[in-house]
Structures are given as structure tokens and as C-alpha cells.
Nanobody
Framework: QVQLVESGGGSVQAGGSLNLSCAAS????????MAWFRQAPGKEREGVAT???????AYADSVQGRFTISKDNAKNTLNLQMNTLKPDDTGMYYC??????????????????WGQGTQVTVSS
């Protein structure tokens, strides 16, 4: 049984920072492909960042240079450090996991496992 649980969301002012975490059980973070997605009200769910088994990362253009995705293999968690937050970053953030060959893909179909999300709100 695979379970993903996000935490670390909250409300911050523009320019602030948040660190999101995704705790995994029944799934080995170090051996798999993972990603963060987000969904704003009235918008489609969009990919934010991906990380592969070898640690390679990719980011959406809108967050590149501000967000960092990483794994903590000892704790079996996925993290997303978000800096210089903007109001457009507001939304529900989801942790996702899958296996090769569906790695490094910023699309929902690639990931069979999902968390329930954590809310991020950025005020101007």
C-alpha cells in the first residue's frame, strides 16, 4: 500500500518562503520518480517540478530559479523549497510518485500515486 502525505503549506506574503514535505510509506523515494504539482482555483493542475532516480531535476518556467525539489532518502520524504513566493503561486500543492519509464514528465498521467494536497496562499 502506497501513501503520500503532504505538509508545510500555509499563508505568506509575497516574497516569503515555504518548505513543503511529502512523507511516503509503502514506496521507496530513492528508487523512484517523483514530482510536485499545483492547482489554482478554476485552473487545471500543472506540473511544478520533477526529480528522477539519479537526482536529476526539472522545473516549470514559472518557478525556475525560485523553487528547489529534493529527496531526503534517510527520511523517505520528498521536499519542495519555495522562495520569493508570488501571488500566482497560490494553489493546492500535490506530491506525486511513479516508476520508469514515466520519469521526468510534468504531466499527471505519468504518476499513479498522489497525496491529498497542502494549501499554499500568497498575498500581495
Amino acid at each position: 500500500q502506497v501513501q503520500l502525505v503532504e505538509s508545510g503549506g500555509g499563508s505568506v506574503q509575497a516574497g516569503g518562503s515555504l518548505n513543503l514535505s511529502c512523507a511516503a510509506s509503502g514506496y521507496i523515494v530513492s528508487s523512484a520518480c517523483m514530482a510536485w504539482f499545483r492547482q489554482a482555483p478554476g485552473k487545471e493542475r500543472e506540473g511544478v517540478a520533477t526529480i528522477e532516480r539519479d537526482g536529476s531535476t526539472a522545473y516549470a518556467d514559472s518557478v525556475q530559479g525560485r523553487f528547489t525539489i529534493s529527496k531526503d532518502n534517510a527520511k523517505n520524504t520528498l521536499n519542495l523549497q519555495m522562495n520569493t513566493l508570488k501571488p500566482d503561486d497560490t494553489g493546492m500543492y500535490y506530491c506525486a510518485a511513479g516508476y520508469p519509464p514515466f520519469c521526468g514528465i510534468m504531466a499527471r498521467y505519468a504518476y499513479p500515486y498522489w497525496g491529498q494536497g497542502t494549501q499554499v496562499t500568497v498575498s500581495s
